[in-house]
């Protein structure tokens, strides 16, 4: 065997593996677990008596419940299986699941059954000791100090870390440490003031931001707000060193004072702080930093979102701006985070330019912390060279012995983007960082961890002891937010990075060749749509963009193309063939994401080849492919997906400049609308080898190619049969029943028309003997609406044959009829790129039309979803007759001004729904007060209708009669969407208590 096999062959060994190859190892481990555990009971005061006797296991009814147990554990389990995402397999490509080391699992499993609380070392004194050094394991990762010695020699600061439940936990833990730490000063300011601190206020002095040395009680409240971390964890250390002062005494006297104790309010109040504390991160954050802002008490309105880049990243020029502007206004900075992996797209933030941005305010007198959200790229660390220079340095990153390492392996692996590897080693600069082994640490859940460059920090967040000094604490549990805390996550995380090693050789190797994965994918989404048998269907643009597009080339040009040609061999080389060809391995490190994960969007084209341009459109391409390579409900078959992958959105308000330059490659009008985006995060060593990848893509082409028929299908302009709404017995108006899933059908129309009279008779007789029923009119054959709609336009009267009905006891009458279309009286597009950013904040509107004896109204459909609501016949109030009588011909507009659409939307969702509220808006009855307005648009086009609406022309009330039509299903109903059956799981878990009761009788197999 060779050594590049080799390298593979380890990494194959960390798993039970996809076809559970190694399950026979792990089974053995068990055994081991379990036999050692029988061992210590044996051995714990081995002269005590069995508590269950032979006697009692040997009665019937030990016998009879234990039998029963074991097979209800083996139901449960087979439930558990056949119903479980199978994140063990290479299939699954979607979130950051995956298969779990095997030393992991064993980790927890035999921790678990001793059940230790790392909440005190009273119950917990082996896995405290397993915490402490997972946290040790972590600091020397990230490149922390841990050396006392090196402390006393140049003072770098021993770092700490421990575990959290997760890293939305270990956020908010940082969250609360930058607040203490801002507010420690001002606590002790105070103290110095008021309390018994004042012998020393004429004499204590510290360094400044800027690096002056000034006495304490001297300082301004800005100078305070901005001392350095290291000088503020300083104080209590310079008050000893000093004054002799204790930290016992000092925690007495700062109790009142400290911002535990006194609350943020109070001493913003007391020292006139009128500005709110700022925390910069960029807009695509976790939802962790707003969250915990909120519950530190900074509110989420100050964790405030920085602009993205084109790549994903945090705007470097945004966040100077926003930095200056908080110097020049005198806004403190609590914190600056750079997200180390997004969660959405795998963008690792420039961190060693943030660590300089901190150095060139704190000069100008403006401190913060810096935080690296690694929760997903933390273990990625191990990726980088042992054997590394400090980048501020300015050393050639090619120059650090060991980088970029060469592909050695059966499954080759790549190193980090250099850009990457930059920021990466940056790491050892942050303050303190957020990082999730049960992420890329392949561990189960729950196990995030947050580490401190300074372990003085930790004392901010212990309820016992506020103060800061140095010191040990074997009770790591009073640390942090959580009480009690399994030890078996601690000791999961210690000994699977124990065993694999947070080295270049361990985790660094798996996490490269997971890297080789998601840079052959990322080939493939690259150059997936120049192949023939996708060209004519769809194309297929990652985010992160070609070299050639950086360039400034257009997506879809031939220099683009030329090196999607490229990329494309590449797909078809093996990999023993790209490892050996430098230029392949340098190509595919180019692709894709910093860290592991795709992202990328499909559109599709017509049959003639034109690219569809509506950004919905392409928005629902995408989701019914993700659609069906993922689990939609609890009743999905997890075996029935041949591959997995998610999605996410790119919504403008986060995403900005980023998510409209995406529109644009990907050939769609740019608006301000989501922009739906397919994910895959890969965390799996396996898929390369053979030709599994190719095998997994051809299946996601076909899947694709079938829902572009789809797509084509549903915006094929053509004929169908169409449905109106009818109003008036004087002269018949024809209500359109619209649709947002149909090409011919997204449009609002209202048309005057007539009817054969022998029909028009009819008609007329039952409307008088049913004025409470809805009358409707349908096409007898397919008619094409919108030539129809053209024709009557140019006053061709055009002519087809119909049948309206209504219901009447029960029973639906019909009667035939030919229909006349006369007059145009309202036709609006409704595609996504006609409708509004928002619905109507101020009323709700409708068209009013009609004759000057019988007016109706129709909702003005601005936006998606939303609802059918009309009524004829209404009822105005006297002083409104006039002015509308001489513009109801062309049609106005009506708006109810004391509903509010925004306020009421969404409506319900079906129309039973609606029949069973009782307070719906909208319904016989029902007086509104209500402005009549000129429509500034009645023969345009959206969005906009009601920008033009400055004054109305009356003001008055409505009365709804008996004809009140409301639907809200028909218009958001999706034709094309298939029918989920649902399985109610509580009858699947009822087979458990039959089971448990010995009643159940398994299937024959």
């Known amino acids: 065997m060779s050594v590049d096999e080799t390298a593979h062959h380890t990494i194959s060994s960390y798993f039970i593996g996809p076809k559970a190859e190694n399950l026979d190892d792990f089974q053995a481990n068990i055994n081991v677990i379990l036999e050692e555990l029988r061992n210590r009971r044996l051995a714990f005061y081995g002269d005590d008596e069995k508590f269950i006797t032979d006697e009692i296991r040997n009665s019937p009814r030990f016998v009879e419940i234990t039998r029963n147990f074991g097979n209800a554990v083996r139901t449960a389990a087979k439930l558990l299986g056949e119903h479980s995402v199978p ?41 405290t000791v397993a915490e402490l050094q997972a946290g040790q394991q972590l600091c020397k990762l990230f490149g922390y100090n841990l050396s006392t010695e090196r402390q006393q020699r140049d003072g770098t600061p021993v770092a700490w870390g421990h575990i959290t439940c997760d890293g939305t936990v270990a956020n908010l833990e ?42 304490f009680q001297k300082l301004s409240v800005w100078e305070l707000l901005n001392l350095r971390s290291e000088t503020i964890l300083g104080l209590a250390d310079a008050l000893y060193d000093q004054f002799g ?7 007495g006297v700062l109790d009142r004072y400290n911002i535990q104790t006194a609350g943020k309010e109070a001493l913003e109040k007391y020292f006139g702080i009128d500005k709110p504390i700022k925390y910069f991160h960029a807009k695509t954050r976790h939802y962790s930093w707003p969250k915990g802002g909120a519950i530190a008490g900074l509110g989420s309105g100050n964790m405030h979102g920085i602009e993205l880049d084109l790549d994903g990243h945090i705007d470097l020029a945004d966040l100077e701006v926003e930095l200056e502007r908080c110097l020049q206004e005198r806004q403190p900075v609590y914190t600056v985070v750079a997200v180390m992996g997004s969660t959405e797209e795998g963008a690792v933030d420039r961190l060693s330019e943030i660590i300089k941005i901190r150095r060139k305010f704190q000069a100008k007198g403006l401190s913060f912390l810096v935080h690296a959200d690694a929760a997903w790229g933390g273990y990625f660390a191990t990726m980088l060279p042992r054997e590394f220079v400090d980048p501020t340095l300015g050393m050639p990153i090619e120059l650090v012995p060991g980088a970029p390492r060469k592909a050695d392996g059966f499954v080759p692996s790549l190193t980090l983007k250099k850009g990457t590897m930059v920021d990466m080693l940056a790491l050892r600069e942050a303050d303190s960082i ?37 010191g040990s604490a074997e009770n790591i549990g009073v640390y942090g937010v959580e009480g009690s805390k399994p030890g078996a996550a601690a000791m999961s995380t210690w000994l699977s990075n124990k065993t ?70 590449i797909m078809f080389q093996t990999n023993r063939e790209i490892s050996g060809d430098s230029d392949s391995m340098d190509k595919l490190r180019e692709l894709g994401s910093d860290l592991n994960i795709n992202a990328f969007s499909l559109n599709w084209r017509y049959e003639d080849g034109t690219l569809n341009t509506d950004i919905e459109e392409a928005n629902y391409f995408m989701k019914r492919i993700v659609d069906r390579l993922s689990i939609t409900t609890t009743a999905t078959n997890p ?23 995406f529109m644009k490659r990907l050939q769609v009008d740019v608006c301000k609308q989501d922009l739906f985006v397919i994910r895959n995060v890969v965390m799996s060593p396996f898929p390369t080898d053979a030709n599994f990848i190719s095998e997994l893509m051809q299946k996601f082409q076909e ?36 649709s947002f899933h149909r090409a011919t059908q997204r449009q609002q129309i209202i048309l005057e028309a007539s009817l054969d009279s022998q029909a028009w008779a009819k008609y007329q007789r039952h409307r008088f003997a049913h004025s409470d029923k809805q009358f409707f009119l349908k096409s007898n054959d397919v008619v094409d609406i919108q030539g129809l709609v053209e024709q009557t336009v140019a006053s061709a009267m055009p002519k087809f044959q119909a049948t309206f009905w209504f219901e009447a006891e029960g029973k639906r009458q019909t009667e035939s009829c030919e229909v006349i279309l006369r007059r145009v009286v309202k036709t609006l597009p409704l595609n996504s790129a006609n409708r509004d950013e928002s619905y109507p904040k101020l009323y709700t509107p409708f068209y009013l039309y009609g004759t000057q004896n019988q007016k109706h109204i129709s909702h003005m459909l601005l936006r998606a979803p939303n609802a059918v609501l009309s009524a004829r016949n209404v009822d105005l109030s006297d002083n409104l007759t006039a002015i509308i009588n001489a513009g109801i011909y062309y049609g106005l507009i009506l708006t109810l001004t004391n ?47 009601l920008d033009k609406l400055i004054r109305p022309i009356a003001s008055g009330t409505m009365t709804l009669k008996d004809d009140v039509y409301v639907d809200v299903e028909s218009l958001n109903k999706d034709p094309f969407e298939e029918k989920q059956t649902l399985i109610p799981w509580e009858k699947e878990l009822e087979k458990i208590e039959a089971v448990l009761n010995g009643k159940y009788e398994s299937p024959p197999p």
Request: glycine share 6%; hydrophobic share 35%.
């Open 639 to 661: 075996a029935s997906i041949p591959l997995y992958l998610t999605s996410t959105l790119f919504t403008p308000e986060l995403y900005g400049k980023c998510a409209q330059e």
């Open 245 to 251: 002062i204790t930290s016992t005494f000092l925690e």
């Open 703 to 738: 899947v694709a190619r079938e829902e572009v028929e789809i797509c084509r299908s549903r915006n094929k302009r053509g004929a169908y049969e169409v449905e109106f709404v009818m109003a008036g017995t004087e002269t018949l108006f024809l209500d359109f029943q619209p």
């Open 899 to 945: 509903v509010r659409e925004a306020c009421v939307q969404p409506f319900p969702k079906n129309n039973e729904q609606v029949s069973k509220q009782s307070n719906f808006f909208f319904k016989k009855g029902q007086v509104f007060d209500v402005k009549i307005w000129s429509d500034p648009k009645s023969t345009g086009e959206g969005p906009g209708l």
């Open 87 to 127: 994140f063990w397999s290479p299939r699954y490509e979607g979130h950051m699941c995956t298969d779990m080391t095997m030393s992991s699992l064993l980790g927890y499993f035999m921790t678990m059954i001793y059940n230790p609380n790392n909440v005190a070392v009273e119950a917990s004194p082996f896995t």
């Open 174 to 215: 940082s969250i609360w440490v930058a607040r203490n730490l801002k507010f420690y000063p001002l606590a002790l300011f105070q103290a110095m003031k008021e309390d018994e601190l004042s012998f020393i206020a004429d004499t204590f002095k510290v360094t400044t931001c800027i690096g002056e040395e000034k006495l």
């Open 434 to 470: 957020t990082v999730d082994p049960h992420k890329a640490g392949y561990i189960p859940y729950p196990a995030g961890s947050l580490v401190y460059r300074d372990g003085r920090m930790r004392f901010l967040v212990t309820w016992t002891s506020p103060y800061l000094s140095q």
């Open 500 to 569: 694999i090693g947070l080295d270049p050789d361990g985790y660094g190797r798996l996490l490269g060749e997971a890297a080789f994965t998601s840079a052959r994918l990322s080939a493939h989404y690259a150059a997936m749509h120049i192949d023939e048998e996708c060209s004519d269907y769809f194309i297929c643009i990652p985010f992160n963009r070609l070299s050639t597009e950086i360039a400034g080339h257009e997506t879809l040009s031939d220099e683009v193309n030329k090196e999607r040609e490229q990329i494309r061999r």
